[in-house]
């Protein structure tokens, strides 16, 4: 078995992981080095959607809270420009520049807020309202693709791994633990990392996702609102 010795000898007798990544074969690294860039670029989305989450639930309670308190819009409106993270928020300003837009209607005198004129506001919420969900899905998708082809691809890398491992034990002739033990390890290696990618993946995504769908029936619930208070206004110059 002259092919026995080598490969027993480039391995170390109590190899580590990095031992394990170093030995692996051009395709098993070229597995772990896009499980690793798919790990990296879930969590940054992970700690940046964290953040602006975050961030936007503190301005919608804040700012829902001066609303049903009875504050005039114009000094609602005022206050809203410090708060530029809350699709609620948002989708007040944009109302708020519409009714102010048909109040003028090009001729420099107030105009009732007919049926017409509710209508319009009523259809420009709602396209912002798509707008801002768009915003705030914004990357959800790269941390569904990671959670659900990560576990696949780390397969795919163990699969290969094994069939080298016994493809180098079948031309060395060796059949003992210490020849194909490594190997198996090296290759298993990809399987866990397919896991440390996809499991924070999967369960970022569903709890931003959780968040979105709150969000949205904040903002379904907002344009309510909105649109009743103009309606009960409507006898009036806006």
Same mark, same amino acid.
């Given at each position: 078995?002259?092919?026995?010795?080598?490969?027993? $000898?480039?391995?170390?007798?109590?190899?580590?992981?990095?031992?394990?990544?170093?030995?692996?074969?051009?395709?098993?690294?070229?597995?772990?080095?896009?499980?690793?860039?798919?790990?990296?670029?879930?969590?940054? *989305?992970?700690?940046?959607?964290?953040?602006?989450?975050?961030?936007?639930?503190?301005?919608?309670?804040?700012?829902?809270?001066?609303?049903?308190?009875?504050?005039?819009?114009?000094?609602?409106?005022?206050?809203?420009?410090?708060?530029?993270?809350?699709?609620?928020?948002?989708?007040?300003?944009?109302?708020?520049?519409?009714?102010?837009?048909?109040?003028?209607?090009?001729?420099?005198?107030?105009?009732?807020?007919?049926?017409?004129?509710?209508?319009?506001?009523?259809?420009?919420?709602?396209?912002? $309202?798509?707008?801002?969900?768009?915003?705030?899905?914004?990357?959800?998708?790269?941390?569904?693709?990671?959670?659900?082809?990560?576990?696949?691809?780390?397969?795919?890398?163990?699969?290969?791994?094994?069939?080298? $491992?016994?493809?180098?034990?079948?031309?060395?002739?060796?059949?003992? *633990?210490?020849?194909?033990?490594?190997?198996? $390890?090296?290759?298993?290696?990809?399987?866990?990392?397919?896991?440390?990618?996809?499991?924070?993946?999967?369960?970022?995504?569903?709890?931003?996702?959780?968040?979105?769908?709150?969000?949205? *029936?904040?903002?379904?619930?907002?344009?309510?609102?909105?649109?009743?208070?103009?309606?009960?206004?409507?006898?009036?110059?806006?």
């Amino acid at each position: 078995m002259p092919f026995a010795v080598p490969l027993v $000898a480039t391995t170390p007798a109590n190899p580590s992981v990095i031992d394990l990544v170093m030995q692996a074969g051009p395709v098993g690294k070229a597995t772990l080095l896009i499980l690793l860039v798919a790990s990296i670029v879930s969590w940054g *989305i992970i700690l940046e959607r964290a953040r602006t989450f975050r961030r936007a639930r503190r301005e919608t309670q804040a700012f829902l809270a001066k609303f049903h308190s009875g504050s005039r819009l114009s000094d609602l409106r005022d206050q809203a420009q410090k708060w530029t993270r809350s699709p609620v928020v948002g989708l007040f300003k944009a109302a708020f520049h519409e009714v102010s837009q048909l109040a003028m209607d090009g001729t420099g005198t107030g105009r009732t807020l007919d049926d017409d004129a509710v209508q319009d506001v009523t259809r420009m919420i709602s396209r912002a $309202a798509a707008t801002n969900l768009r915003d705030i899905e914004r990357s959800l998708t790269f941390l569904a693709t990671t959670a659900a082809t990560a576990p696949f691809i780390g397969l795919f890398g163990t699969v290969w791994g094994i069939m080298d $491992a016994f493809h180098r034990i079948g031309l060395s002739g060796a059949a003992n *633990i210490q020849a194909y033990a490594p190997g198996i $390890a090296e290759a298993l290696i990809a399987t866990a990392a397919g896991l440390a990618a996809a499991v924070p993946a999967a369960v970022a995504y569903n709890y931003f996702l959780r968040q979105v769908r709150i969000m949205s *029936i904040e903002m379904e619930e907002f344009e309510y609102d909105f649109i009743h208070l103009l309606q009960k206004r409507r006898r009036r110059p806006a």
